[in-house]
């Protein structure tokens, strides 16, 4: 939209867009307009006759992409991606093939803001990329699309942050790489032009509505598109840091946010952060005095219009008003900053925690992104102290946010390059916690140890003592470096000990010292060491829990058993724990364990009953908070452990393990370590009792309870055998619909399973294919050919792979995709002229005669290479010896000759003529053709009916050669 510069300068004098006093909008004003929530999209209708007829399928998969885009918004990537596959390969209108499209993109969109992985974060940037492409082209085939402005504005916003992350790593590397900065230019500019489609796809759809009088609809429309100056502005700005004069593009983004202002409503979020990311454009520029001005503007107004009631907003509304509040401040800090204000930037951070605290309203990913800016700013003025303790802050309470992995690692780098030296304790622990997370073990107790080493107080150690020795035995035992871990584990007893942490870490630190001087007593098998060991078992007998010594010795015999007898001897260690042991409960479920490794199914149940009427006894109820802790522990170990037994082949009593099993989620709420399994053994009793349904529905259950792939992968390799089994029993009982039905569900729920294998079984995937080609799914049945061909092509020999690809040839012709299988089956007759093969060869080239749902006879064309047909059924024809006259391929070689014959006829009259012939003089069109012979055939060799029909019809459309 083009201007003239008077113009401009009276925009910019407007009273609203120069952050004058704002009317406080209606709640869906701010939802409608908050840049953070994407406006409500209703759309004008595509200019089409009406739309298309909607039947069940399409139903089905509409309920199956609105699913989709539910766990997508709510961060279920691999999930949601596997409900998207289950339409995958549907006959899908437009609409619904363009909302795949865009729910695609939008997962790969928000996989992108859910890491701190750069790298991680560009690949589903790219992806997404990959999938809302197509909605850029002018004509494309979405067009008409309702979605096509929403999906404008995802894939400009995706180029846009594709290109910022190009342009920091460009920056990262000492603006050496080319490439990187051209690829970040190509970003941005493309993110222009999409905005800019944005605005255009925005107006016209406007004016459509203006001509069907429906100006509510074009107004807000046209308030959508003209959203698109602010987001060109905000473009530009990240743009201007590739350029080697930035001024222009800095100009132009003020340009472009100033005409945004002027076409902006009072008192929306959207004007705020124009006027926000104006002062932004003004700072870069070195219009320091402007840029502080605007920056308090949008500090003021919000203030009035949002912040001063911010209780009275719903959450969502509140979490977008504070991300704007947090920019502002932020953004002002810096500014502030580069102008050597510090103590009036450390100012505006402080009041923008303090005004968090008193509105009791937590940071949100876009806060803790500010405050890490901060801490960089802090560190980079030689404030190391300072900025390790805000990236402390934001590392323990910013989790699940990219900033907080970001300052976990800068507190990692910091040790690693040695400057955390005389920072303090809490922040060293963060730091620790973060190497043992990675599984940097000996990093992980330097750290600790020097968190140790700087606390200076008495309060300090109180604070942080018993933690810090906890950390230094963890990742010392984890390193194997059993000695120093027996020391440390002794430390933290004597911290325990001194500062009253509670009883269980005095007790848990006892029983580790021992274990570590054990350890190192099986390595060394020294003298000294044994004493150590010895003294560590006396401290045990003082406390009086050497029952838990007992235990923890036998649980090690029980884990390193592998024969009956080894299970028989850690029996007898576990029988040795009396009753008034702590862990003696526990001990009873090891025994029930042991009689299972020693083969004793029915001695290890009536164990587990004894637990179960342990827990069930009123005298034996817990009276303290640690006894019920062990007794929670020991209940859900024996409720579990005879489930697992019940549903044992052996034992076979799946209804049995589901009553047991039968709210054990609720009854042991804070046993979460045992959940998963249980839900998994769900899965397990219903497809053990033949409920294949029942089945996929715990299996359901456990997919909304995790999306790790251990248990699911599991789950729904079961379900779908249960299926395949329940298939093969309806075929038995001769019911083929229900047999189709059944074989359909085990293939969906196979292939599910093969893609969360990784593609790692041939057999399974050749399965899947052959269970979808019985019923008629073609392309899903290519999907599992080609799959199995790719993922194994290095793998298996020639031979072995022949099976997929005659899989996927046959996939291809059920198709009338003859031209794509026709190299596969010249390919496989070269190699291996079995009969399966000819047979699929002829039929794919020369076609064949099939019969339709009513019953009447159809020719099916081949790729009409009638030639090598008729060639290749007269080789299976004479193939065939006098004993197997009469098999059906015999028939079919006949009738496939003959056809190719009948088809090529259409060229060439000759064909007809022969065909006619060997019709003749077999008497092949005549019902009583060989009766007697037939008559003394088995049933299986008997000429069947429907090869009849088809001669029958070949009769009638040949002419007779009189």
């Known amino acids: ?8 300068s009276n925009r910019a004098a407007h009273p609203v867009a120069r952050g004058s006093a704002l009317l406080r909008p209606a709640l869906a004003g701010l939802i409608s307009l908050a840049v953070a929530a994407p406006a409500p999209r209703a759309l004008a209708p595509p200019p089409v006759a009406g739309p298309p007829p909607v039947d069940a399928a399409e139903d089905l998969a509409r309920d199956d992409i609105r699913f989709a885009e539910n766990l997508a918004r709510y961060r279920y990537f691999t999930l949601a991606n596997e409900v998207l596959a289950t339409v995958d390969g549907a006959s899908l209108s437009t609409d619904l093939e363009g909302r795949v499209s865009h729910t695609r993109g939008l997962i790969y969109k928000r996989a992108s803001e859910s890491t701190a992985d750069e790298t991680a974060r560009i690949g589903h940037l790219t992806t997404a990329i990959g999938h809302l492409d197509e909605w850029g082209k002018a004509g494309g085939v979405f067009s008409f699309h309702e979605r096509r402005p929403d999906a404008l504005q995802d894939l400009a916003e995706i180029h846009h942050e594709r290109g910022k992350l190009r342009a920091r790593s460009w920056n990262d590397g000492g603006r050496t790489d080319d490439r990187l900065r051209d690829d970040a230019t190509t970003d941005f500019k493309d993110a222009d032009e999409t905005y800019n489609a944005l605005l255009r796809e925005c107006e016209s759809r406007a004016d459509q509505l203006d001509d069907e009088d429906n100006a509510d609809e074009a107004a807000s429309l046209r308030e959508r598109g003209a959203l698109s100056y602010y987001f060109r502005g905000r473009n530009a700005i990240a743009w201007a840091e590739l350029e080697d004069d930035p001024t222009f593009r800095y100009e132009r983004a003020i340009e472009l946010l100033l005409e945004y202002q002027w076409e902006a409503g009072a008192g929306t979020i959207s004007l705020l952060y124009a006027m926000h990311y104006e002062a932004v454009a003004h700072a870069r520029l070195g219009n320091t005095e402007d840029a502080l001005d605007q920056h308090q503007n949008v500090i003021d107004e919000a203030t009035i219009a949002f912040w001063a009631d911010l209780d009275t907003f719903p959450a969502s509304s509140r979490a977008i008003i504070a991300e704007l509040m947090d920019f502002s401040w932020g953004a002002m800090a810096e500014v502030q900053a580069d102008t050597g204000d510090i103590d009036g930037a450390q100012a505006t951070i402080e009041l923008m925690r303090a005004e968090h605290a008193a509105k009791q309203q937590p940071f949100g990913c876009k806060g803790w992104e500010v405050l890490l800016e901060w801490g960089d700013t802090l560190a980079g003025l030689g404030r190391g102290r300072e900025a390790n303790d805000l990236y402390k802050l934001i590392a323990d309470d910013g989790r699940g946010c990219p900033a907080g992995e970001i300052a976990g690692g800068k507190l990692a780098d910091a040790v690693e390059g040695g400057s955390l030296t005389g920072t303090s304790p809490g922040v060293l622990i963060s730091a620790g916690e973060g190497f043992y997370k990675d599984g940097k073990y000996d990093q992980a107790a330097y750290t600790f140890q020097l968190a140790l080493a700087n606390v200076t107080t008495d309060e300090e150690r109180q604070r942080h003592a018993v933690e810090a020795w906890i950390g230094v035995a963890k990742s010392l035992e984890r390193a194997k470096r059993h000695l120093e871990a027996a020391l440390a584990y002794e430390r933290l007893f004597e911290a325990a000990q001194r500062d009253a942490a509670p009883r269980d870490v005095s007790e848990t630190a006892a029983l580790r010292t021992y274990e570590m001087y054990r350890r190192r007593l099986r390595e060394t098998d020294d003298p000294f060491d044994k004493s150590l060991r010895d003294g560590a078992s006396a401290r045990l007998s003082e406390l009086g829990i050497e029952g838990d010594l007992i235990i923890t010795q036998a649980t090690e015999r029980f884990d390193e058993a592998k024969t009956p007898a080894e299970f028989r001897t850690a029996l007898s260690d576990f029988e040795a724990v009396t009753e008034d042991a702590p862990s003696y409960e526990r001990a009873i479920v090891y025994r029930g364990r042991c009689l299972v490794g020693a083969g004793d199914n029915t001695g290890a149940l009536a164990i587990y009953d004894e637990m179960l009427a342990r827990a069930q006894d009123p ?27 019940l549903l044992d082949d052996d034992v076979g009593r799946p209804d049995e393990a589901l009553a047991l099993l039968d709210g054990f989620e609720t009854q042991l709420a804070k046993q979460t370590g045992f959940h998963e399994l249980v839900k998994y053994q769900r899965v397990v009793a219903h497809t053990m009792a033949d409920r294949p349904t029942d089945g996929e529905a715990a299996l359901e259950a456990l997919r909304e309870f995790t999306e790790r792939p ?9 379900v779908a055998r249960s299926y395949r089994d329940a298939a093969q029993a309806a075929a038995d009982a001769g019911d083929e619909a229900d047999e189709l039905r059944l074989l359909e569900l085990a ?3 196979m292939w599910a399973y093969c893609e969360l294998d990784g593609f790692g079984s041939f057999v399974n995937l050749l399965a899947t294919g052959d269970w979808f080609l019985r019923v008629d799914r073609c392309e899903d049945a290519e999907r599992c050919y080609e799959t199995a061909i790719k993922s194994f092509d290095a793998k298996l020999d020639d031979d072995d792979l022949d099976e997929a690809r005659i899989g996927l040839a046959r996939s291809l012709d059920c198709q009338s995709k003859f031209g794509r299988s026709r190299p596969y089956w010249t ?7 079995d009969r399966a093969i000819l ?6 080239l020369g076609g064949w005669l099939d019969t339709d749902d009513s019953g009447q006879i159809i020719e099916v064309p081949g790729a009409g290479e009638y030639d090598e047909a008729y060639n290749l059924w007269l080789r299976l024809y004479k193939g065939v010896n006098q004993n197997n006259k009469y098999e059906r391929i015999w028939w079919e070689a006949k009738l496939g000759a003959i056809y190719s014959k009948y088809r090529q006829g259409a060229s060439n009259s000759q064909a007809t003529i022969e065909a006619r012939k060997v019709l003749d003089s077999q008497r ?18 008997r000429y069947e009916d429907h090869f009849k029909n088809y001669f029958r019809y070949l009769d009638r459309k040949l002419p007779t050669n009189e």
């Open 1 to 8: 939209m083009n201007q003239s510069s008077d113009s401009r």
């Open 619 to 645: 005298d034996l109820e817990p009276t303290n908070n640690d006894a019920r802790s062990r007794r929670d522990l020991a209940l859900a170990e024996a409720i579990y452990y005879k489930a697992l037994l």
């Open 710 to 718: 251990t248990y699911l992968l599991l789950g729904t390799n079961k």
């Open 747 to 749: 293939a969906e729920h």
């Open 827 to 833: 390919d496989l007759v070269s190699r291996n002229p």
């Open 839 to 844: 047979r699929g060869a002829a039929r794919s």
């Open 924 to 941: 092949l069109s005549t019902p009583e053709y060989d009766q007697s012979t037939q008559e003394g055939l088995a049933a299986e060799l």
